[in-house]
């Protein structure tokens, strides 16, 4: 996976890892975990019986299957039961595990710029799949019919929404064309809203289902993002009953549950009262911070093409310099981005379209820390 070989060579070249005092995790996918601006705190314990010892069901705890139906009903209006939820450890799992069911006569349809974990899932699993062009020339925004193609043969759409690593997300009559496409008896689609949270408003096709199990649709959630907790490991499927209990078999075997304390503790974080406020607090504190961002990475001379979801900028470098070689200069500051490569799911290497893109990453970032980030930006963009 892409972002760990700039991992690697960070630590190579500046000699600790990044995260610690010094850096600057421009290139890191996580939300900050302390309290932001009018959100709510975060819980600091659970209490354990001994009974929470014990392991846990394969398709998850059932007050946190409840907690999750009821949040969905609650803020987009659908009719969940609790065996609409599937409970894995963490989002990635979650995605791992759909794709690993599908039927091998089901092409997936994956933009060409997409969350970079993608190809790796999609390449060791085998699945067959094809690209949908998401580039400078259509804005990186596919239309629901570019993502069906042509023929009528059987399809997952596999998209993440707001899309990492471009931000750009679908709402309204483009998001309800997808969830009415996965009605069809061909069409499938696999929502990734890891990033459901941070657009204003939050944003979820299950705002457009009438009967989930009626529908190839499967969205996926986690408390990683909105939530604040990452390091708990919770993910979430919401599909079809049918699509569950398969998930929940494959559990039986393959996953043996999830970890009641993350669990229990991801039942914390959806208590009512919190997630209200968290449902406010974080889009507000992630849009001022992209409009911050924003207007000084333009003066700076980038060329921007993120969208309102996320905590990323998309951006084009200046000139013929590319992403691989403005991580070398930033390297030397103890900072680091993503490179635009490694979100192109078609890996073109030095050929690829993308050379001359960067994912900036201000999931992360203190306010306080904005003057030295554009300081570092600036001297790196001028090397």
Not at 39 to 48: D, E, F, I, N
Not at 270 to 280: C, P, W
């Amino acid at each position: 996976m892409g972002i760990y070989q700039t991992l690697y060579a960070f630590l190579e070249s500046f000699g600790t890892y990044m995260g610690e005092p010094g850096t600057h995790p421009w290139s890191q996918g996580f939300p900050r975990t302390t309290q932001l601006p009018s959100g709510p705190a975060m819980p600091t314990s659970v209490s354990l019986t001994s009974e929470d010892f014990m392991y846990p069901k394969a398709y998850g705890t059932p007050k946190l299957r409840d907690a999750i139906a009821d949040y969905y009903n609650r803020y987009y209006g659908c009719s969940l039961e609790p065996e609409n939820v599937m409970i894995f450890a963490g989002g990635r799992p979650a995605l791992v595990a759909t794709l690993m069911f599908q039927h091998a006569d089901v092409e997936v349809r994956v933009a060409s710029t997409e969350y970079t974990p993608y190809y790796d899932m999609l390449r060791l699993l085998g699945r067959d799949y094809s690209m949908v062009e998401s580039s400078e020339a259509n804005g990186f925004y596919p239309s629901t019919a570019d993502y069906l193609g042509e023929g009528n043969g059987r399809k997952l759409i596999m998209l993440s929404n707001p899309c990492n690593p471009t931000g750009i997300t679908r709402t309204g009559s483009e998001l309800e064309a997808l969830v009415r496409a996965a009605e069809s008896m061909n069409v499938g689609v696999l929502m990734d809203e890891a990033y459901e949270m941070f657009h204003e408003p939050p944003v979820s096709a299950l705002e457009f289902v009438k009967d989930i199990n009626q529908t190839n649709l499967f969205v996926a959630g986690a408390a990683t993002k909105g939530l604040q907790a990452p390091g708990i490991r919770v993910g979430w499927i919401i599909a079809s009953k049918e699509n569950i209990e398969v998930l929940s078999n494959f559990s039986s075997f393959g996953m043996g549950g999830v970890s009641h304390p993350s669990q229990l503790f991801a039942l914390e974080l959806f208590e009512q009262g919190r997630v209200d406020q968290a449902r406010k607090a974080v889009p507000t504190y992630y849009r001022e911070q992209r409009d911050r961002y924003a207007e000084a990475f333009e003066k700076l001379g980038l060329e921007l093409f993120s969208g309102k979801g996320g905590f990323y900028h998309w951006c084009k470098l200046p000139g013929s310099l590319t992403a691989s070689e403005l991580n070398q200069r930033l390297f030397l500051d103890g900072a680091a981005i993503l490179k635009g490569t490694d979100c192109d799911m078609a890996r073109g290497g030095e050929q690829s379209t993308l050379n001359h893109f960067m994912r900036f990453s201000f999931g992360p970032l203190a306010p306080e820390s904005f003057d030295s980030d554009i300081s570092i930006m600036r001297a790196a963009l001028r090397a």
